[in-house]
């Protein structure tokens, strides 16, 4: 009896809480793995010695991936490769619809512009980035020390591991740096990928939301040259063995299961304070809310009547539409629990604990006011900022442009002193990038958000106007006068061709500055606001980063606790459990969805038109050892209680061996704030079941040789 209620707590214990934290590769150690539920040990993940977990997993593009077999199976999110499907897709060839499956290896299909990033070790180098910053008082200044040190520790990693990448990190802002060692493989294939109306069943709808019934995955493969080196596609190149690959469990996991997660999630915010919250919530989210809708809206009415024009947006629409919706539930959330007045709260006590001593008083007593000063000021000129930011980012014709002059601009500095995209290190890729954009090129969309960017920089306060866009197009005319100006520059612009841009970049700044093409004269009058602009970002994120090194100083004084740092691109665990939740007053979701739920949900019309055939197969039961008895189905999405964001997507979910059990692709819509707070009660990943992606590639697919290479035991 006692042994019995020993074991209840035991269970209590381990199983009620997660643990809020993204560790990374220098806390796993730390984790106390019994205790958390692991049956593995921490070197079982990470180990310079011998190959580990960490090694089977992938960063692609801003996703995760995991090796799957011996010769370099990747397994991702469908929403990972939608870009490689688009890329390859036509209204004759339409994958994205239809799926693609390679019958063999030579039918694999490139995924042009995507390369796969595998951690090979890290250090950390703080005190070279840091040391005798103290006498720069000037803020931009020091920003441009950081960059540069950072720059030459990358220089020599990389002058010192041929073949390897480095990249340095800020863990904790402007405390600590680590140097991460990469390897890139380059040449990466599509090998099966599900039909949308599977990949996405439930669509926009169903996005950042769970109950969810979709099979968001997709599988590729890495290559290397025959050397068994990182090589750009080519067709003699080799299948890549990975030190280590990720075995299947096909019994899958079920409710209140131990499972952890390795990844690369992107970007958290946890550490900031309330008045960057506020800057987020009442002006930046809103702007960009608004903004985001208005181009979904116009993208998909161009693409309604032309397949040709809905292929050439459908990735910039589901990237836009995934961020608008996420960005609605953080709102929604940071209302929900109050975090700006918590926050404030958790301040005016750190604040009377610096007061409270004098020293400390002296140390850090104006470091929260200056905090604040500085977001205030952010607000006073964002409308400004953010318009004249994505005149450079959603409007083609202008980024173009603009990435050729600062081409020729920065090309023309030292190696060092160049921003990163022009470095010799990142120039080839930058210039196929810029050539690819090319590809998804509209002219008549592009022309219509440049004149809706104008119709908002017209209506800006005098306060907040932007001179230059006023002298261009004289916005204080009617709008028929800079309409005819803007009609005028895309009949006229050469700017759209490939060969054209290929050229020019290797003009020189004369040749670029005296070009007659209406974009690069606009982009070269442009350049001085810009170049204000990127300076005063520069001082602000400069005096930022100092004062919130000084600020998590003292907060931790106060907390008398480790943190952990925010998420920033490198690898990270994470681990929880399978777990239902309530995301509001008499509502409880079980964590677990099935095959039922998509005959339930299926309406025929999109995104809910699952294939006939999955129906069908579905009708027909036939799902053999991958069924769950608990269940009595086939399971489809999972729920689990791990701190995840934005990246985390194609994540591997594992169970406590350290088996494949899921595919990480989602959150929950509260789950969305979880980028600037994680909670227990509302924090919750989704992901595929692995007993579903099992299913759909040998029924579906009828592709059994995927998984005899995933070593798929029946
Ligand atoms: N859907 C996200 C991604 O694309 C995953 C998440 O944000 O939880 O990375």
């Given at each position: 009896m006692r042994f019995i209620f020993v074991f209840w707590i035991f269970l209590l214990i381990t199983t009620l809480f997660a643990e809020e934290g993204m560790f990374p590769l220098s806390e796993i150690n730390k984790i106390n793995m019994k205790q958390a539920g692991f049956e593995i040990s921490s070197t079982e993940i990470f180990n310079t010695e011998a190959p580990s977990l960490s090694d089977a997993i992938v960063k692609l593009g801003g996703c995760t991936g995991s090796f799957?077999?011996?010769?370099?199976l990747i397994l991702t999110n469908h929403h990972c490769a939608f870009r490689a499907v688009q890329q390859a897709s036509s209204p004759e060839h339409d994958y994205l619809k239809d799926g693609f499956l390679a019958g063999n290896r030579s039918e694999e299909i490139e995924a042009k512009g995507y390369t796969v990033r595998i951690t090979q070790s890290y250090s950390d180098v703080s005190a070279r980035v840091l040391s005798?910053?103290?006498?720069?008082?000037?803020f931009a200044r020091r920003t441009q020390i950081i960059k540069k040190r950072i720059k030459e520790i990358v220089k020599q990693a990389e002058a010192a591991h041929p073949g390897m990448r480095a990249e340095v990190s800020e863990m904790f802002t402007g405390q600590s740096y680590v140097l991460f060692l990469y390897t890139y493989l380059k040449d990466v294939r599509m090998v099966y990928v599900p039909p949308r109306s599977i990949g996405e069943f439930g669509g926009d709808i169903d996005?950042?939301?769970?109950?969810r019934h979709n099979g968001d995955f997709s599988i590729l493969r890495a290559y290397v040259g025959p050397d068994g080196k990182p090589a750009d596609y080519a067709k003699e190149n080799i299948p890549y063995h990975p030190k280590k690959y990720l075995r299947v469990n096909p019994q899958g996991v079920d409710e209140n299961d131990f499972v952890f997660l390795l990844g690369y999630p992107g970007r958290t915010y946890?550490?900031?304070?309330a008045s960057f919250i506020r800057y987020q919530e009442s002006v930046r989210m809103p702007f960009v809310v608004d903004w985001y809708q208005w181009q979904i809206r116009t993208m998909l009415e161009m693409g309604k009547d032309n397949r040709a024009v809905a292929l050439k947006y459908s990735s910039t629409i589901k990237s836009l539409a995934n961020t608008e919706k996420n960005y609605r539930g953080k709102l929604q959330g940071l209302k929900r629990i109050n975090l700006i007045a918590k926050k404030q709260q958790e301040e005016t006590v750190i604040q009377q604990f610096i007061q409270e001593n004098l020293q400390r008083s002296k140390q850090y007593g104006n470091v929260l006011s200056e905090i604040n000063r500085i977001y205030r000021e952010q607000e006073n000129t964002a409308q400004h900022d953010l318009i004249l930011s994505y005149l450079t980012r959603s409007v083609n014709a202008v980024s173009l442009a603009r990435t050729l002059y600062k081409s020729v601009q920065e090309r023309a500095k030292a190696d060092l002193e160049r921003e990163s995209p022009y470095m010799d290190r990142n120039w080839q890729s930058t210039q196929k990038r810029t050539l690819r954009r090319l590809d998804n090129f509209y002219a008549p969309g592009d022309k219509t958000i440049l004149m809706e960017l104008l119709r908002r920089a017209a209506a800006l306060p005098s306060t907040q106007r932007i001179a230059v866009l006023d002298r261009i197009f004289s916005l204080d005319q009617p709008e028929s006068v800079w309409q005819a100006k803007v009609e005028q520059a895309y009949a006229e612009s050469e700017l759209f061709g490939k060969s054209f841009v290929r050229n020019a970049f290797n003009w020189t700044q004369e040749e670029v500055e005296e070009s007659t093409d209406p974009f690069i004269k606009w982009v070269v009058a442009l350049e001085p606001e810009l170049k204000e602009l990127k300076k005063q970002n520069e001082e602000r994120s400069g005096a930022l980063n100092a004062l919130s090194a000084r600020w998590a100083e003292v907060k931790r004084m106060y907390q008398k606790t480790a943190f952990i740092p925010d998420a920033n691109g490198t690898f990270r665990l994470t681990y929880g459990h399978i777990r239902g939740y309530s995301p509001a007053d008499a509502v409880y979701h079980f964590p677990q969805t099935t095959v039922r739920g998509i005959l339930q949900k299926n309406t025929g019309a999109e995104p809910f038109n699952a294939p006939d055939r999955l129906l069908r197969l579905i009708g027909e039961k036939d799902f053999g050892f991958l069924a769950s008895k608990k269940l009595g189905t086939l399971p489809v999405g999972i729920l689990y209680d791990t701190d995840t964001t934005g990246g985390n997507s194609g994540s591997p979910v594992m169970d406590a061996k350290g088996r494949l059990v899921g595919l990480n692709f989602d959150r929950s819509f509260e789950a969305t704030i979880n980028d600037f707070a994680w909670n227990e009660s509302y924090s919750r990943s989704i992901g595929v079941d692995i007993r579903y992606i099992l299913w759909v590639i040998q029924k579906y697919a009828g592709a059994d040789y995927l998984l005899e290479e995933m070593g798929v035991q029946r």
């Open positions: 799957i077999s011996d010769e370099g005798h910053l103290d006498t720069v008082k000037n996005n950042w939301e769970w109950p946890r550490h900031r304070t």
